[in-house]
């Protein structure tokens, strides 16, 4: 138990490593439903909180509202849910967010969504409630076990495993909420997509991240290196890791790798996401791990690191940012802030018959108990209107818009975002899938997976422990 809990919290440091040194700001294919598992760590965002929260509202507020919503006063707490033909009162003048840690509390978009609904509602508070739970997979159980025993004490809540929610129907359906889904609608497609289940609108993005790859343009010229433009295979991954193995400066000893020190567990993740999008199915209870495509995967995952083609840091070694050594670097582009001129980005690979592109999302929810849902759900505008802006179609209107931009990502990104990057990280969003699983079962099978690698089970242990987890996790259901 120890040791998973040591393997979690070194995942949720490194999603939140990435956003805070990425240099960015800021994670369905088919129709109206994600039909498969994954929610997504928290990022940090490079806007300078400060700065943010000075800056000045504008016309936020007036934007995202009805001309029936703007006609009500403020002063008789009555607010309009958007389609409905009368205006419903809010029971209270308060609405409590429910999360579980500190960055929510601490992070610029939300300080900026408060200060937007203060500055519109100047006689309503908003509170932030912590989960007490401190095990793996435990703070959702906890706002399930709440809400189905008819909690009221919170009206929205945040999580980056959503599964949990769909399955015990713990969410409130925001379909009708038609300015709200007009703010989403604004976003890339894939963004509404992975926001849907079963034709109901289960929750908005607190936050969006896509994890790529930067390519140190200077070591594969000098290495003679072409990466792909596109999308590619773990097995082109792997050729690849081969040849970028050299030695940069005449010593005898290759010193160079394909993707920087540290690279397991993003690369993990990636391919974990992208085999559970196409092999678990936690709401049939279906899962497939112990077959031979997986086995070959594990194989080839291990391969990497056998044959020193990557490697990990090793005892008292420091991590270098942007390694001059490696091919390839981290990223978590929660925005086109970080998409300048001097960026080529590259893809994950992608696993055989994988047909989405995994990326995360964190999200907030209603409580369907609670008793402000139309305040919630104000807030919930307010929140997407300025996120949004992030996400603008071209350069131009994202300068036009974004008031709250921090405009010096710009200069660590190497200026302002490229029409090829934009395009890039929009066909990730669009064509990508967040996959919905439950947190423990993650931890699982990363586990197992790392336990293989380091020689400790073999592939075919490794992939019967993983399905009789599996098993484990839908009989307790």
């Not at 956003?19 to 929610?39: F, K, M, N, R, Y």
């Not at 509202?65 to 008789?76: D, F, I, Y």
């Not at 590259?346 to 008793?371: A, L, R, T």
Request: hydrophobic share 35%; charged share 25%; glycine share 6%.
């Amino acid at each position: 138990m120890y040791r998973r809990v040591i393997v979690f919290v070194l995942l949720v440091v490194f999603a939140l490593s990435l956003a805070a040194c990425s240099g960015s700001q800021a994670t369905g294919q088919t129709g109206d439903v994600i039909d498969d598992p994954e929610g997504a760590q928290v990022s940090a965002k490079t806007i300078d909180t400060e700065k943010l929260l000075s800056t000045p509202l504008k016309q936020e507020t007036q934007q995202i509202t009805s001309k029936a919503e703007n006609k009500q006063p403020e002063s008789e707490g009555i607010i309009n849910k958007s389609g409905l033909s009368k205006p419903i009162k809010s029971s209270g003048d308060t609405i409590t967010i429910y999360t579980n840690g500190q960055y929510l509390i601490g992070s610029p978009g939300f300080l900026y969504a408060k200060k937007l609904f203060q500055k519109k509602y100047p006689d309503k508070i908003i509170k932030v409630k912590q989960g007490s739970s401190k095990v793996i997979g435990g703070y959702d159980k906890e706002v399930n076990k709440k809400i189905m025993a008819g909690d009221k004490d919170f009206d929205i809540f945040f999580t980056s495993y959503p599964s949990s929610h769909l399955r015990n129907k713990t969410y409130y359906d925001l379909s009708d909420y038609t300015s709200l889904v007009s703010a989403l609608k604004k976003m890339q497609s894939g963004i509404g997509k992975n926001c849907t289940y079963k034709n109901t609108v289960f929750g908005v993005p607190f936050d969006i991240a896509v994890l790529s790859w930067q390519l140190n343009e200077n070591l594969a010229k000098k290495l003679g290196i072409t990466v792909p433009e596109g999308s590619w295979t773990l097995d082109q991954f792997y050729d690849l890791a081969k040849k970028a193995r050299k030695d940069s400066d005449g010593d005898g000893k290759a010193d160079t790798y394909l993707a920087e020190v540290g690279s397991r567990t993003p690369l993990i993740l990636n391919v974990i996401d992208q085999y559970n999008a196409m092999h678990l199915d936690i709401f049939n209870k279906k899962a497939s791990y112990n077959n031979a495509q997986f086995i070959e995967i594990l194989k080839l995952l291990k391969k990497l690191y056998s044959e020193d083609l990557l490697r990990e840091l090793k005892p008292g070694e420091k991590w270098v940012r942007d390694d001059k050594n490696a091919l390839l670097w981290h990223r978590r582009e929660t925005g086109y802030d970080g998409l300048g001129r001097n960026r080529r980005i590259v893809y994950y690979p992608f696993i055989q018959g994988s047909k989405s592109y995994p990326f995360e999302i964190s999200y907030f929810i209603m409580n369907k108990n609670s008793q402000n849902k139309e305040l919630a759900a104000e807030f919930m505008q307010l929140h997407l209107s300025s996120y949004s802006k992030r996400l603008s179609p071209s350069i131009e209107q994202y300068y036009k818009e974004n008031d709250a931009a921090d405009k010096s990502a710009f200069i660590k990104g190497g200026g302002a975002p490229t029409k090829k990057n934009m395009d890039l990280f929009d066909n990730l969003i669009n064509y990508g899938k967040v996959t919905l699983q439950d947190e423990d079962m993650l931890v699982t099978v990363f586990d197992r997976i790392d336990d293989y690698i380091e020689g400790k089970i073999s592939a075919e242990e490794a992939v019967k422990k993983i399905e009789q987890k599996a098993k484990m996790i839908f009989n307790g259901r």
